[in-house]
């Protein structure tokens, strides 16, 4: 089976911001270099992340830091300013109400930030459609089941359908609320085991028999999933893909031989997967791993700055020496920059209302969620 799956994302909300980001786009070019050049020589930008020092989400944005610092304009300071709370919420939420669109304050977040925006969280603040996004960055993770069940690849996933299995999650509206979703899709019998702390308790369920399906992300997987495989205690099924600038999914270049998750569908069930369960996966699965970490500007920047940004991020990407060390902080995933940035960012951030109504209604009634 080849590598691309189209998916048209039919969602009635994607299409118009997918619509609405491209025009706005296709305004950033002459307009913007009309109004004159962007220096930011002896400022300070304060790059917020709603999360503590030390996260994942904290390496990305530190990562990036001096790329961005060196490719903008006056080769301003760039901080990162920690604001953890709520999830992820109380920082975003502080940002849209205090940051002033002049170029100086920018906003990272990633699934746990935009899960909640996507559930109708009562208590968030933010919305995406009103940011100016100049950098997405996506991740990617594989699903592995036990080699004891001879199950040796998608095509053969029907033989345990009848099978309970257990997988170790952190919350049903965490970051393995895309498993969830995945694993319903698929058609398979799994009791989900809460109170993990990190999806290494996950793998470690796994290798003790307490979990009988997991997936990691993939420099965990790896770094320590690999080596089960290769002592045959472990089988990888698929991952969960990659999206290119069009919305298609593709295999993830860092498991190239392994299908994504919709071509695993198609291999056990010979037809490809479409209704609101669907449609609700890709959304979750757009935002958790496809378009995880976006960078964006407040409401209101003025365009010859978001356009900066974006050509500052687009420089970055490209720099020789970020290309060098990027390793385990980007793996082999494209960034998404300049005019590929619009309908990846649609994703992470948008989900059609009866997808997001039969989450809820779905977490409400099978987990005890309350919103």
Known sequence: MGGTIVIKLSRRNFITAAASGLAASALLGPKALAQGPVDFAGQTIEW????????????????????????????????????????????????????????????????????????????????????????????????????????????????ITGEELVYGSQGATSLDLVPLLAFRVLGLNVRHVFGMTGRSDGRLAFERGEATIDYQTSSAYLTNVLPLVEQGDAVPMFSWGVLDANGTVQRDPTFPDLPHFVEAYEMMHGSAPSGVEFDAYMAFFGSGFAAQKPAMLPEGTPEDIVFTYRKAFEDAVNDQELQAIKGDILGDYVQAVGPDIEKLYAVATSVEPAARDWVREMLTTDYQVQF
Request: proline share 11%.
């Open 48 to 159: 917020w992340m709603p999360f503590a020092e030390g996260g994942g989400s904290d390496v990305w944005a530190r990562f990036f830091a001096p790329f961005l610092s060196k490719h903008l304009p006056g080769q301003p300071n760039v901080v990162i300013r920690n604001v953890p709370g709520g999830g992820s919420i109380t920082g975003a939420n502080e940002f849209v109400a205090r940051a002033r669109p002049d170029g100086l304050s920018l906003l990272g977040t990633s699934a746990s930030t935009q899960f909640p925006f996507l559930l109708g969280d009562p208590r968030v603040r933010y919305d995406y459609a009103k940011l100016a996004p100049v950098l997405v960055s996506p991740t990617g993770g594989v699903v592995y089941l036990p080699a004891r069940f001879g199950v040796t690849s998608p095509a053969e996933l029907g033989k």
